[in-house]
């Protein structure tokens, strides 16, 4: 059976002919087992019966009243001994054996059972598609007010052959405002493979779910956020697989998942995912297939328990919060009432606003993208229990009007503004992800090499939602923009950061070195980028090198092929003051300062963590980028990469830092080169 597939938003599609296929070729998959087709021939018998109830019912009727004007009452009065009543046959929903389905019959039973309805004009039975009659089915696609994606699949059966169709044909009355319409739901496919079932507190056996189960219902299911601490040793393994599917063994369950557990049971849940439980943690090829599906594990759950206050798998959350803090102490005012005979009392006070980065949960890279991504949070802090969903935050322990203390999601929801453009979307979904990106490169990781894999379910669902294309934490449709970022060696709060190059190096390839998840342990921010212009800088091409299957998660490989204008200069390390960022003075030598003699400075730069203790002899070569406008200033400095010779091949660099040059005339006289930088 052949179809046509359009691409549309939720207005009405414009009419169309189309060449379709004999309705024959849909009976006869619906005889094999297709369920596609079998819904087709559901929608077309669904609708033919709620036409002739309709026809019949008003016509029965002698004030022509339909059946939608009747009240409960007189609908109630339909019983079977009715001239008029027409009995409501099951739906035809068949299985794959064509035997009789959860809520139907099958083909032989459904034409038994409708034989004599089957009779009357305008009633069908499956047995009434297998005939001559051609169909044109039409599927488009729709997105629902506002959707940032296409949720809704819409169906359309009509016959394009004329009404008087031979051999007895009935579907001939299938044309124009009597055609077939059926809606359907695009449902997320990438659910968990394998989830810990709770349900049965008695015999407390746990049985993870796996791929042989069945996944074609839909599971409520709670989602697990909490930090891992040290190493956990009870985790699911190759070896373990099969034991663990008849049942865990609750003695040796950490106590935050024990918790979990008995959790999301008292909540009403059947289901809970577990990242150590649910992902084979020795098998790679495991991993590979389920770390994709993170982005639809924690969207798709029903609920995600964050357990924000312990540091480590082993301590657990069921306890008691820490006593309140107060910006003003509580205190007491008594009341004089009229009468005299009572003086009541009131309490006033107003409690501390809860800081998420004092719970542990906060400093850990991979949770980051589990709270973003979940449709609902129970968090459980060390300052209380509290809610967040996409509407609402609600924080007993907090004074009322205190604010929720985390991003919970990308600004993009079906219920967001439909006055709003593609183009304002995509540029809130550009500023929520920069923040994030901001907040996540100041996360802890145990391991370097997760850099770009702990964001990838946050990276895939941007991905999603705007088309757009990632290069190695960074997107190419912004590219240009988001080259401009550089190391920060403290953080928002003042606090030095504690960067370890060496660690971060013995990971070994984790980016290209423009991205800056090259940096591997270390803050980054980007640079201004208001009022911001091209200076002689060219994109000419990019390109990464990752796994098809995970385009979002590690890296081989990567390049960037520009053209700009660049100069050699000299440069020394500078004890500057914090709040501009910079760490080195670029120097020109061929320039000398009149006063000292030294060699001028014609701007400052920041190196990247990875090669802050860089040897002082080696030359840097300033690709510019951009001119930056900075208030009423006359002169603008130009922006770019810090970048030294790979040694590989000629015109092949890598980037070690970013730079300002407050001096942009140092470029005067450049000619234009073209540069790879690896």
């Given at each position: 059976m052949s179809y046509h597939a359009l691409l549309k938003d939720s207005s009405p599609p414009q009419p169309t002919k189309r060449a379709g296929r004999l309705s024959r070729d849909v009976y006869a998959s619906i005889l094999s087992g297709c369920r596609w087709c079998t819904n087709i021939g559901n929608a077309v018998l669904t609708s033919s019966e709620s036409d002739y109830w309709m026809q019949d019912w008003n016509g029965s009727r002698s004030d022509g009243a339909s059946l939608g004007s009747l009240s409960g009452d007189e609908s109630a009065d339909l019983d079977s001994d009715s001239p008029?009543?027409?009995?409501?046959?099951?739906?035809?929903?068949?299985?794959?054996?064509?035997?009789?389905?959860?809520n139907g019959l099958g083909v032989e039973d459904a034409t038994i059972a409708k034989e004599s309805a089957g009779e009357k004009l305008g009633f069908y039975t499956i047995k009434s598609l297998d005939c001559e009659a051609k169909l044109d089915i039409n599927i488009e696609f729709l997105r629902w007010r506002g959707s940032p994606v296409f949720n809704l699949l819409r169906v359309t059966a009509e016959v394009t052959t004329p009404s008087q169709v031979e051999d007895g044909c009935l579907l001939g009355d299938m044309v124009d405002d009597n055609a077939v319409i059926m809606t359907l739901e695009v449902m997320c496919a990438g659910r968990p493979t394998r989830l810990i079932n709770v349900r049965n507190p008695d015999h407390h056996q746990l049985t993870v779910l796996s791929e042989d189960d069945?996944?074609?219902?839909?599971?409520?299911?709670?989602?697990?956020?909490?930090?891992?601490?040290?190493?956990?040793?009870?985790?699911?393994?190759?070896?373990?697989?099969?034991?663990?599917?008849?049942?865990?063994?609750?003695s040796r369950l950490p106590r935050t998942i024990s918790d979990a557990i008995r959790a999301a049971r008292q909540l009403g849940f059947d289901y809970l995912w577990v990242d150590a439980l649910c992902i084979i943690q020795d098998s790679p090829e495991d991993k590979a297939r389920e770390l994709p599906l993170m982005s639809d594990t924690y969207r798709e759950s029903s609920l995600c328990i964050v357990v924000a206050s312990?540091?480590?798998?082993?301590?657990?959350?069921?306890?008691?919060?820490?006593?309140?803090?107060?910006?003003?102490?509580?205190?007491?005012?008594?009341v004089d009432s009229a009468d005299g005979c009572c003086s009541p009392s009131l309490t006033f006070g107003y409690r501390a606003p809860y800081k998420a980065s004092a719970d542990p949960i906060s400093s850990r890279a991979w949770t980051l993208q589990e709270r973003v991504l979940s449709q609902r949070l129970l968090i459980f802090s060390r300052k209380g229990v509290m809610w967040m969903c996409r509407g609402r935050f609600i924080n007993p322990g907090a004074a009322p009007d205190a604010g929720p203390p985390y991003q919970t999601s990308l600004g993009l929801h079906a219920d967001g503004d439909e006055n709003s453009s593609d183009q304002d979307t995509e540029a809130s979904i550009r500023e929520t992800w920069m923040a994030i990106r901001a907040d996540y490169t100041e996360m802890g990781l145990t391991y370097c090499a997760d850099k770009l894999p702990a964001i990838s379910a946050l990276a895939a669902e941007v991905g999603r939602q705007t088309g757009w294309t990632y290069l190695a934490g960074m997107w190419k449709d912004n590219l240009f923009s988001e080259l401009h970022w550089r190391s920060t060696k403290r953080s928002p709060s003042g606090?030095?950061?504690?960067?370890?190059?060496?660690?971060?190096?013995?990971?070994?390839?984790?980016?290209?070195?423009?991205?800056?998840?090259?940096?591997?342990?270390?803050?980054?921010?980007?640079?201004?980028?208001?009022?911001?212009?091209?200076?002689?800088?060219?994109?000419?091409?990019?390109?990464?090198?990752?796994?098809?299957?995970?385009?979002?998660?590690?890296?081989?490989?990567?390049?960037?092929?520009?053209?700009?204008?660049?100069?050699?200069?000299?440069?020394?390390?500078?004890?500057?003051?914090?709040?501009?960022?910079?760490?080195?003075?670029?120097?020109?030598?061929?320039?000398?300062?009149?006063?000292?003699?030294?060699?001028?400075?014609?701007?400052?730069?920041?190196?990247?963590?990875?090669?802050?203790?860089?040897?002082?002899?080696?030359?840097?070569?300033?690709?510019?980028?951009?001119?930056?406008?900075?208030?009423?200033?006359?002169?603008?400095?130009?922006?770019?990469?810090?970048?030294?010779?790979?040694?590989?091949?000629?015109?092949?660099?890598?980037?070690?830092?970013?730079?300002?040059?407050?001096?942009?005339?140092?470029?005067?006289?450049?000619?234009?080169?073209?540069?790879?930088?690896?």
């Open positions: 008029n009543e027409l009995s409501q046959p099951p739906a035809f929903g068949l299985d794959e054996d064509m035997g009789a389905g959860e069945d996944q074609s219902s839909v599971r409520p299911y709670a989602a697990l956020s909490y930090v891992w601490g040290s190493k956990q040793e009870y985790v699911l393994t190759t070896a373990a697989l099969a034991e663990m599917r008849t049942g865990l063994d609750l312990a540091a480590a798998a082993s301590e657990g959350f069921l306890k008691a919060p820490e006593s309140p803090r107060f910006l003003v102490d509580p205190f007491e005012v008594r606090e030095r950061l504690v960067l370890k190059p060496q660690k971060a190096k013995g990971a070994g390839y984790i980016a290209p070195s423009w991205s800056w998840a090259s940096v591997g342990i270390g803050s980054v921010e980007e640079s201004e980028d208001e009022h911001r212009e091209i200076f002689d800088f060219t994109i000419l091409t990019c390109h990464v090198d990752t796994d098809p299957a995970f385009p979002f998660g590690p890296v081989k490989g990567g390049y960037l092929q520009v053209s700009g204008r660049a100069v050699e200069l000299a440069w020394r390390a500078e004890d500057r003051p914090e709040w501009d960022g910079f760490d080195i003075s670029l120097l020109d030598p061929q320039e000398k300062a009149s006063s000292t003699g030294t060699p001028l400075l014609v701007g400052n730069g920041t190196l990247d963590s990875l090669d802050e203790h860089l040897d002082p002899g080696v030359k840097l070569v300033c690709l510019g980028m951009s001119k930056l406008k900075l208030g009423r200033q006359r002169i603008m400095p130009v922006e770019g990469l810090l970048l030294i010779p790979t040694g590989s091949s000629r015109g092949t660099f890598r980037r070690v830092g970013f730079f300002r040059m407050t001096a942009p005339s140092i470029f005067s006289g450049v000619s234009i080169s073209i540069l790879r930088i690896e």
